[in-house]
């Protein structure tokens, strides 16, 4: 797929597809830094953008598995369906100088004779998270929310409510409820969720997050909150690999 465009604003566009593409893919900015100038190095001057192309040449360069490449070529899609004004602003000084639209046109470095061209520089492999954590993180976050913002009113009162739901757990619940506690006290953050991966146990987490909703907000209010959540996570690229119907 090649996107038909032309001219500076054309240019921006795919920028800002890229860009978009590697933030979401990539956690370090470095990363997102070193690949967006390796596009802008080799493929910027294209007169179009072959989305599989890139792909490829990323998942090599970062040791993709197919999943992970699939994953990476559906957020160039996915950009590729937006409008400019809706995609991220690729920062200035990544580059070279300002064009007519206030981001610089791409400019391809002159080659050199590969007897004079220095090694290249080794990439980092890449901090790849697993679809179905992606689309987990971004349905719990709205309900952890709203139950961080009537918790935070009484002091230890999340955690006696945490502790509430884990009283009669036994076996693999049990150790589903550890897990829970753990993240609850470091306030549901994102980077501190436990690694669960298997799609039970996710669902078993937000059946829990919910009860806790129930108990923090009231039950009509956490399950529009329930629904709204699963409905804006319906909306990631991974939600095509793990859908947020799952943890329902």
Known sequence: MAAND????GLNYRRRVIYQALNETF?????VRRYFDLWQRDHGHEAHFVVTRFAAVVAAAAGFTGEQKSVFQRRLFHGLTQSYESLPRVPDAWL???????EAPAV?????PARHAPPPEPVPAASFEAPERVVFKAFAK?????IL???DRHRDVLAQAVDDLGATASGRDRDLHLALRQWSRARFAEDALPPLQAPEDLRHLAHQLYLLAVDF???MQADRLLAQAATDAERLPEASLFSPQRLL
């Open 6 to 9: 032309s001219g500076s604003m």
């Open 27 to 31: 956690h370090d900015p470095q990363q």
């Open 96 to 102: 070279a100088g300002p064009g007519p639209t206030g």
């Open 108 to 112: 391809a470095a002159p080659a050199m």
């Open 142 to 146: 709205p309900i952890a929310a709203a």
């Open 149 to 151: 913002a009537k918790a």
């Open 217 to 219: 907000i009231g039950p």
